[in-house]
Structures are given as structure tokens and as C-alpha cells.
């Protein structure tokens, strides 16, 4: 059974920088596409980074500049450095491969304040 474990979130000031990360295990990690999702409060999920097993990374538009995903297929992570961050990236960030085929974990609160 594939575990997600997400941590990292917390509560920072407009301008401020914060390190997310995501541990995997039960499955075979290197051979995915990693994506970090972020929903907001009312929206749906969406897809905001992602990284391949090569490392090329793709981001969302509104997190293009400001967000740099990262993986370690060594320790099975994946990382998300946010710097000025913006209140509307608030949210509940989650992980799973950009197909989102694994289980869904419980995901790390991240509240930006103006």
C-alpha cells in the first residue's frame, strides 16, 4: 500500500518562503512523474508542480518564478521550496504522481497572510 506523507505547511506572511515535503514509500518511486497539487478553500485540487524522473519540472503559471520542486529518488522525497508567497497560494498542498494514481494523503496546511 502506497503511504503519502506531506509536511512542511504552516502559517507565513505575504513575501515569506516556506519548504514542503513528501515522503513516499510502498512503491516504486523513481520510474513516476511527482506532482505537487494545492486546493484551495472552495476550489478544486490543482496541479502546481511536477518533476520527472529525468528532473525536467513543469509548473503552473501562477507558480512559475516563485516555486522550485525538487526529488531525492535516493529517499524516496519529493520537495517544494515556495518563495513569495502570496495569500492566494493558502491551501492544503498534497502529492501524487501527476496522474494522481496513488492514494490520496492527508496533505499540509499552508496559510499565507496579507
Known amino acids: 500500500q502506497v503511504q503519502l506523507v506531506e509536511s512542511g505547511g504552516g502559517l507565513v506572511q505575504a513575501g515569506g518562503s516556506l519548504r514542503l515535503s513528501c515522503a513516499v514509500s510502498?512503491?516504486?518511486?523513481?520510474?513516476?512523474?511527482i506532482g505537487w497539487y494545492r486546493q484551495a478553500p472552495g476550489k478544486e485540487r490543482e496541479l502546481v508542480a511536477d518533476?520527472?524522473?529525468?528532473?525536467?519540472?513543469n509548473y503552473a503559471d501562477s507558480v512559475k518564478g516563485r516555486f522550485t520542486i525538487s526529488r531525492d529518488n535516493t529517499k524516496n522525497t519529493v520537495n517544494l521550496q515556495m518563495n513569495s508567497l502570496k495569500p492566494e497560494d493558502t491551501g492544503v498542498y498534497y502529492c501524487?504522481?501527476?496522474?494522481?494514481?496513488?492514494?490520496w494523503g492527508r496533505g499540509t496546511r499552508v496559510t499565507v497572510s496579507s
Open positions: 518533476i520527472a524522473s529525468g528532473s525536467r519540472t
Open positions: 510502498g512503491s516504486i518511486f523513481t520510474i513516476y512523474t
Open positions: 501524487n504522481t501527476k496522474s494522481g494514481l496513488w492514494p
